[in-house]
Antibody
Framework: QLQLQESGPGLVKPSETLSLTCTVS??????????WGWIRQPPGKGLEWIGS???????SYNPSLKSRVTISVDTSKNQFSLKLSSVTAADTAVYYC?????????????WGQGTLVAVSS | QSALTQPRSVSGSPGQSVTISCTGT?????????VSWYQQHPGKAPKLMIY???NRPSGVPDRFSGSKSGNTASLTISGLQAEDEADYYC??????????FGGGTELTVL
């Protein structure tokens, strides 16, 4: 059974860079058909897609966050990572990593449990 | 890229059917048959219920069905059960390998 697990600091200071890693286990990370994504959810609010990356490293980002987001993949460790720069309190959220079956079609079929990241001094 | 529009809340009694709408534009919902739906219980990660407008993943009850007309997609839950009470989110492909979520709908089972 495929499992995804987010890891990283739970507290980040304003203006600094938020860094999270998603470790994939129990299944195929190397399939070229899958895309790996980051989605966040501010407390009490809805889901927001941040961006996705393919196994080969092709990325796509939410236009509203694109200037601050970098997603990368480390195939040797079955991991992909998120960096969000110049964070403010508005970036406080539960951050999820998830697998999408395709770049266009399919849905996010496997999710991590989510990790709460607070932005505060 | 604006969030898709969903009703804030819907409700129904056990056994009844409810439909949740998801309205976008010709650049997302209306332009592609790549709409998915997610169920989220409090404190839990979202769960995929429908993908590519009408398809159900293995293990999802056939009480859940999806459809689309023009720029609006819909999720219908028939034979409502207490365990269906949750938040529901739609998501659509929006071109250039991007996706956009709806604002979410809270389903209350009366």
């Amino acid at each position: 059974q495929l499992q995804l697990q987010e890891s990283g600091p739970g507290l980040v200071k304003p203006s600094e860079t938020l860094s999270l890693t998603c470790t994939v286990s129990g299944g195929s990370f190397s399939s070229g058909s899958y895309y790996w994504g980051w989605i966040r959810q501010p407390p009490g609010k809805g889901l927001e897609w941040i961006g996705s990356i393919s196994y080969s490293g092709s990325t796509s980002y939410n236009p509203s966050l694109k200037s601050r987001v970098t997603i990368s993949v480390d195939t040797s460790k079955n991991q992909f990572s998120l960096k969000l720069s110049s964070v403010t309190a508005a970036d406080t959220a539960v951050y999820y990593c998830a697998r999408r079956e395709g770049g266009k079609s399919g849905g996010f079929d496997y999710w991590g449990q989510g990790t709460l990241v607070a932005v505060s001094s | 890229q604006s969030a898709l529009t969903q009703p804030r809340s819907v409700s129904g009694s056990p056994g009844q059917s409810v439909t949740i709408s998801c309205t976008g534009t010709s650049s997302d919902v209306g332009g592609y048959n790549y709409v998915s739906w997610y169920q989220q219980h409090p404190g839990k990660a979202p769960k995929l219920m429908i993908y590519d407008v009408t398809n159900r993943p293995s293990g999802v009850p056939d009480r859940f069905s999806g459809s689309k007309s023009g720029n609006t997609a819909s999720l219908t839950i028939s034979g409502l059960q207490a365990e269906d009470e949750a938040d529901y989110y739609c998501c659509s492909y929006a071109g250039s390998y991007t996706v956009v979520f709806g604002g979410g709908t809270e389903l209350t089972v009366l």
